[in-house]
Structure formats: structure tokens, C-alpha cells
């Protein structure tokens, strides 16, 4: 290095050290904060953060299902996602985990995640119930209504650009609609300044492998809306 850089460099140095009570840098060490939203019916004041709320909330029973599953399942995922799958309930293999779509339809979501180029380390899950129902029927609206503020305030967290409903039930506790599957799927929806995109549960599939096809449509505009606002 020449004399002429080192006196430079000197100089910059000196005069910086003037300033430096008056020179606020951001904490690169600290993750970029998003405005949360508040939801109504979220519980407020809103948790620091999902696992403060988890735990606040796990050994809920103010429904039946708190005295019959195995684990409480709270959600898993990206906290700070742009993206949130909803389910409607935990199955048995989510029950005896504690882990959401971990069961063959969870499997089946991990691929129509991969197709877009997407993980689980990218999006938020969870579902609107936290427990699994005996046998795993179809969600009793009296449990939705007790579970609902917890979905809420989940999103309210974590505050994601898109919401996806994997089923009718999901679809129908967020949005209020018993409009059905066919109505909905494949629109994208306002919602509380989000955007909602409806899809058939991963189940469905398992069922009816000749529809993967429309799921694999839905992921592909939902990976086009997630290009969007990430450009």
C-alpha cells in the first residue's frame, strides 16, 4: 500500500472517530422485523414470538379433544414465512409427533413443495385444530370456535403475504364460507390484507391420484405469486 493510501485511510479513520457518537448502524445480527397485523379474535396483547405462545398453550383443554390426543400440535416451520399452509386437524401420525402433515399426506406436501422449489424450511403449517379428533372425523364447529383464536394469533405473528387452505374445512374456518371445493379452488382471495389461495388437502390426492395434476397447477401459481413480491 502506498503512503498517499495509508494517509487516506488515516484520515477517513480520524474522522469518523469524530462522528461516531452521532452515526447509528443497524444491527446486521438482528433479523429484519415485519409489521404484524393484528387479526380480530386474536388474542392480544400477541406473544413475542411462537414458541412463548406454544407454550402457553399446549396443555389446553377447553374442548374435548384436549383430554383425548396424544400431543399437542402446534404448527412447524418458518416463523417469519411469507407463506402459511392450514390444514384442518392433526391425524394420528401428527398426533403421536406433534408435528403437523408428517403422515403420508404430509409426504405428499413435501413433494408439491419441492415441484415449486419450496421446502418446509421456506413456509409455515399448521392447522386449525391443534388436536387431533377421535378417529380422525371432520372438526366439530364448537372445537373450531375454541381453536380459532389460536390459529389467529399464529398468523398474527407471523403476519405471512399468503395463506393457503388445504381442504374445505380449513377454507371454511378461515373464510367463513361453506362454498364448495370446486367453487373455490384455484382463486386467490383477499383476506384481511392477505392473500388466500385454496387448494385440495394432500389427502385428497392419495385418493384420487389423478388429480395431482391440479395441485401441482396450484403450486405453481402460488410459486408465481411468491416470485412477485420476492423480486
Known amino acids: 500500500m502506498t503512503n498517499d493510501a495509508h494517509s487516506l ?42 414458541a412463548v405462545f ?10 374435548a379433544l384436549g383430554h383425548t390426543r396424544t400431543k399437542f400440535v402446534f404448527g412447524d416451520g418458518n416463523p417469519q414465512a ?19 402433515f408428517v ?3 404430509g409426504q405428499l406436501l413435501n413433494q408439491l413443495l419441492a415441484g415449486v422449489g419450496l421446502s418446509r424450511r421456506d413456509v409455515y ?17 364448537v372445537e373450531v370456535d375454541t381453536c380459532s383464536p389460536y390459529l389467529l394469533t399464529q398468523l398474527s405473528v407471523i403476519s405471512p403475504n399468503f395463506l393457503v387452505c388445504l381442504g374445505r374445512h ?11 371445493m370446486k367453487e373455490l379452488r384455484g382463486r386467490v382471495l383477499p383476506w384481511n390484507g392477505m392473500q388466500v389461495l385454496v387448494t385440495y388437502h394432500p389427502a385428497y390426492y392419495l385418493h384420487n391420484g389423478s388429480q395431482t395434476a391440479i395441485g401441482e397447477q396450484d403450486f405453481r401459481l402460488l410459486r408465481s405469486l411468491y416470485d412477485e413480491i420476492s423480486a
Do not use: M, W
Open 125 to 141: 403449517i399448521c392447522n386449525v385444530l391443534k388436536c387431533r379428533p377421535p378417529g380422525n372425523r371432520d372438526p366439530e364447529p
Open 9 to 50: 485511510g488515516r484520515r477517513y479513520l480520524e474522522t469518523l472517530a469524530l462522528f461516531e457518537d452521532e452515526i447509528h448502524l443497524p444491527d446486521s445480527t438482528k433479523p429484519a422485523t415485519r409489521e404484524r397485523h393484528v387479526l380480530r379474535g386474536a388474542i392480544e396483547p400477541l406473544p413475542d414470538d411462537l
Open 54 to 63: 406454544n407454550n402457553s398453550i399446549c396443555t389446553c383443554t377447553k374442548c
Open 82 to 100: 411469507k407463506i402459511v399452509f392450514i390444514g384442518e386437524a392433526p391425524g394420528q401420525d401428527e398426533d403421536v409427533q406433534g408435528i403437523p
Open 103 to 105: 403422515g403420508r399426506a
Open 170 to 180: 380449513a377454507a371454511a374456518a378461515l373464510l367463513g364460507t361453506q362454498a364448495p
